[in-house]
């Protein structure tokens, strides 16, 4: 019994594993806080020093550490994570590496109640710069797929025989706006009549090199679009030879 107790007092009385206490970025522990913070000093750092959207890449991988001043040193750049590869271009490493000197220091990691370097990685997507990701207009308008739909409701005809048939519906129809402004169809994935879903696919078809492309970092870049109409004229008699929707 007395070595039972004994055993029992001296598992009690053994150390507890040392806890790490990760860095604190303006009083919080969540990387998030930091992040939102390093996004906007490099924005600011971008407008500042002339940086060029195109020169730039759309996503990278940083490796720093946290010195025991709070200090972020040995900025590294992965090639590769979890099979995913990276190509920095040096103007997003010099970006980056500005804005990260900028920034006010952690209040740095602890172990035991003393200060230590702490690795951190962070997988940075560039969308949150200005121009990253402009989406694709049509014949010049800001919002592109908007003047797109007035254009179909201009021109769109609901056929007769159709309507009085009953048929009516959604006709959805996939296509890609390419780099170079044109139309690839890729089909319908949702018609009430192939009549209807030919009509459709001709109208889209004629604003080929009407598009002004998907840029992403500046690049122009194929962009699927997946778009409805709708064939239902409800109430509507004036419909000879057609009807307009």
Known sequence: MRKIISLILCLISLPAAAQIIPPRYAGSDDPDVFRKQFEKKVTKVMKRDGYRIEELSHEL??????????????????????GVRFNPTQRSRELLNTALSEL?????????GRKI??????LINMNFLPGAFVKPTFR????GLMAFREYLNRNLVYDTKLYEAGV????????????DGTITLVGASESPHPELTEHVQKLILGTSGQWTPLL???HPCRYLISFPVNFDPGESTSYAGGIPL
């Open 61 to 82: 991988l940083m490796k720093f550490t946290i010195d025991t001043l709070g200090r972020c040193v040995d900025v590294q750049y992965p090639d590769s994570l979890g």
């Open 104 to 112: 006010k220091p952690f209040t740095p990691a602890r172990k035991d």
């Open 117 to 122: 370097p702490y690795v951190r990685k962070m």
């Open 140 to 143: 010049g308008k800001k919002d």
């Open 168 to 179: 009516y519906g959604t006709v959805r129809v996939e296509f890609y706006i390419e780099p």
């Open 216 to 218: 992403e970092m500046g």
